[in-house]
């Protein structure tokens, strides 16, 4: 290996080592998910009679993808809405909040947008008009969207394994609309939503007192409770 290509992938790694570990995370749990989720499949299928599918035709199958985009969407609903409640509501003391009295949107100044922008910032934001009021919502816009399109997929997938079972029961095949309305769509929605809540507002609570040295996501360890940020 070259010399400046052993640099450019050191580089790579110090400048998006939080990015790459979380990919091959991601990536990992997938695959365990699939060989597991295999596993249970074809011992279900044992136990009805049925056959047994192959790793392909099961990672290609409803089943699996209504489990995985069930806990997809319910992530992007969670910083969808921490993205946009953060804006308006704070909780004292905590480093996952604003301090209090600093809520709403911020002035341009404090953004750096238009006549406040840096000369490196974004080309938008240098700009006014339509351009600019597009990638001051960009990251909500985008969370936004992966959240409905997740949760459309997630209905669409669902359906299919519940007709899927259902024909093994011996039942009739229900519409999308019916699916949507009953309970296995809402059981699989609600129980993914309410960790979500539970996750995210205990970590904002939890920051108040805790703390966990060199993590941006705690306030400095001898940070007073009561100190929602650390230029207070």
Aim: with cysteine.
């Amino acid at each position: 290996m070259s010399t400046g290509h052993r640099g450019g992938v050191k580089a790579a790694w110090q400048h998006n080592s939080l990015t790459i570990v979380f990919g091959v995370l991601l990536l990992v749990f997938v695959v365990g998910q699939a060989i597991s989720g295999l596993a249970e499949y074809d011992e279900t299928a044992r136990t009805i009679g049925l056959q047994q599918i192959s790793m392909l035709r099961y990672v290609t199958s409803s089943s699996f993808a209504v489990d995985l985009l069930e806990n997809w969407q319910s992530e992007y609903l969670q910083f969808t809405l921490y993205i946009l409640l953060t804006i308006w509501l704070v909780q004292r003391g905590s480093s996952e909040s604003k301090k209090p009295g600093d809520e709403g949107r911020g002035s341009d100044e404090e953004q750096l947008v238009g006549r406040f922008a840096r000369p490196d910032s974004p080309r938008w934001a240098q700009r006014g008009g339509w351009r600019r009021s597009v990638y001051s919502h960009s990251l909500l816009l985008v969370m936004g969207v992966v959240f409905v399109l997740s949760w459309c997929a997630q209905a669409v997938t669902g359906r299919v394994a519940e007709n899927q079972q259902r024909m093994r029961d011996l039942r009739d095949p229900i519409g999308l609309g019916d699916y949507v309305a009953g309970p296995d769509f809402w059981s699989r929605t609600l129980q993914n939503w309410q960790s979500e809540m539970l996750a995210i507002g205990s970590m904002a609570v939890f920051a108040i007192y805790l703390r966990e040295r060199g993590s941006p996501e705690s306030k400095p360890v001898g940070m007073p409770h009561d100190v929602t940020t650390s230029d207070d």
